[in-house]
């Protein structure tokens, strides 16, 4: 009964504020990723609190890895890092020089296809996409088996978010792992900490970024923080909003459709993007960006470096 006259009254909601239905025709049940069909300080706050009810239901425990986590903290002053990211632009890293310089790498995700994984000494690998770690047991395995073969392999400490910490991993892999807070106040918070909820949006190489910052390095390069999906954005007779791949390793060809990510259609995925930018200023440190043609514009660039061809 409740849960009945919640949903009414957010219905209503709805229709006031002119977005009952999606900019493809379809009725919606909630105000998509960025919604932009009126951009007013009324519709955001209303977003924004939405944002924050997620926040204060969440039960998670988040206080099981903070003194393990906390110990970190500058830690590593004395030495450079190098975060990677799975954009195209890693094309232009050289592994070789790379490992004459030995930095610390982190890397994330999908990092164990791009070519140069093999003959990099990772130190570090950062996994939140719910792609891996959502499902039952046995498809998590499944899932998790190549990255945790490539971690076991370079005897990297592996980075999770704290809703994973009930993944049985021991029997995988014996190297460190550390966990971050993975909870979301983005449009309310600054905090680029790993013991606290992150205020930037949820981009796994952002996770790491924020890690990295906190263990104090002297200097942190990045590469393949591209930001350029939407270069492949598309579209199609039916008006779905489809994106194609863009990656350092081999991209599967196949369309993804995004129109339920993005209920007003491109305006919103657009207004997303641009958090994606953004939020990149919530970052402060001594970060360089390798690729000068970067469409990241936050950081410093460094043409004619060594660990880039």
């Known amino acids: 009964m409740r849960i009945n006259l919640r949903q009414n009254l957010y219905k ?40 924050l009810n997620a926040f204060i239901k969440d039960r998670r425990d988040t206080k099981f890895f903070k003194k393990k986590t906390r110990a970190l903290k500058n830690s590593k002053g004395n030495l450079e890092a190098l975060v990677l990211g799975n954009g195209p632009s890693l094309a232009k890293l050289n592994s070789e020089n790379v490992s004459s310089g030995n930095p610390d790498i982190w890397v994330v995700n999908d990092f164990y296809k791009v070519r140069q994984a093999i003959n990099l000494k990772v130190t570090h690998y950062v996994l939140s996409d719910p792609a891996y770690l ?110 194609f791949d ?30 994606n930018f953004g939020d990149l200023l919530k970052f402060k440190g001594p970060i360089v960006n390798l690729d000068v043609q970067s469409l990241t514009t936050r950081f410093p660039k460094e043409a004619n470096h060594p660990w880039v061809s």
């Open 12 to 51: 209503s909601l709805l229709n006031f504020l002119n977005l009952s239905v999606d900019y493809k025709g379809d009725n919606r049940s909630d105000l998509g990723v960025s919604p932009y069909a009126r951009r007013s300080p009324i519709l955001m706050t209303i977003y924004n609190l939405r944002e």
């Open 134 to 243: 959502s499902g039952v047991p046995g498809e998590i395995n499944a899932k998790l088996k190549p990255v945790l073969d490539y971690v076991k392999l370079k005897n990297a400490t592996l980075i999770l978010p704290h809703w994973a910490k009930d993944i049985e991993l021991n029997e995988f892999i014996s190297t460190p792992i550390y966990y971050f807070n993975d909870r979301n106040l983005s449009a309310w918070s600054k905090n680029t900490t790993p013991l606290k909820p992150r205020g930037y949006i949820g981009l796994t190489l952002y996770k790491a970024l924020g890690f990295v910052l906190y263990l104090g390095y002297k200097k942190i390069y990045i590469l393949g923080m591209d930001n350029t999906e939407f270069l492949n954005y598309r579209s199609d007779e039916a008006n779905r909003l489809l994106h």
């Open 246 to 275: 863009n990656h350092a390793y081999q991209n599967s060809g196949t369309a993804f459709d995004m129109s339920n990510l993005y209920r007003d259609g491109m305006a919103s995925a657009f207004s997303s993007l641009s958090h």
